[in-house]
């Protein structure tokens, strides 16, 4: 397995938070860069904390939201794949 890759992100109060890029990829069906991520923090029911968003360009610097529910379960279907 290749070396761990992160996002590094700023808050409102300009703290950094680092983020693991667990995968990215390029969907065809909407000619977008998709890419998913962690805090590696998990919710109440012990969940890893996932986040997703779209990027348009190599250094990550811009990311939008998922809006819709089709991407939303296009990203379940990767993320069901990288589990394993």
Known sequence: ???KEYLTFI???GKELKCEILMTFMWTKTNKN???YT???KDEN???NVYAGIFYNEDRT???PIETE???DEIDKR???LKG
């Open 34 to 36: 998709y890419i998913i």
């Open 62 to 64: 811009r990311l939008d």
């Open 79 to 81: 993320l069901s794949k």
């Open 46 to 48: 012990d969940n890893l």
């Open 1 to 3: 397995m290749g070396e």
């Open 39 to 41: 805090d590696n923090t």
């Open 70 to 72: 089709n991407k939303w």
């Open 11 to 13: 808050d409102e109060s």
